[in-house]
């Protein structure tokens, strides 16, 4: 019981806060989303994740937005040549 009052509580706050402070992957969930659609949210996590290590948000963003740009899919052959060269930038 007192599991289910903290998620309420946890979620509770960050509706609160994700309004405030924007940020381009953060997008809502939709359990009606296809297989491709739950790879590219998986991708996109992945990509935002890897960039925030030990760097802060305000330097990640135009980051993330111009690799989004570039590569804007897992399914592009050209984002697996750079992979490893460009998040290495933001340390």
């Known amino acids: 019981m007192l599991a289910a009052g903290f998620r309420v509580s946890l979620l509770t706050w960050y509706d609160g806060v994700k309004l405030k ?41 135009p980051y993330y937005t111009t690799w989004m740009t570039k590569f804007a899919s897992p399914y592009s052959g050209s984002v697996y040549s750079v992979l490893i060269r460009v998040p290495v930038g933001l340390l």
Do not use: C
């Open 21 to 61: 402070r924007q940020m381009p992957w953060r997008v809502d969930f939709d359990p009606s989303w296809g297989i491709r659609e739950r790879s590219q949210r998986a991708y996109e996590v992945l990509v935002s994740e890897i960039m925030l290590q030990q760097t802060q948000v305000h330097t990640v963003k």
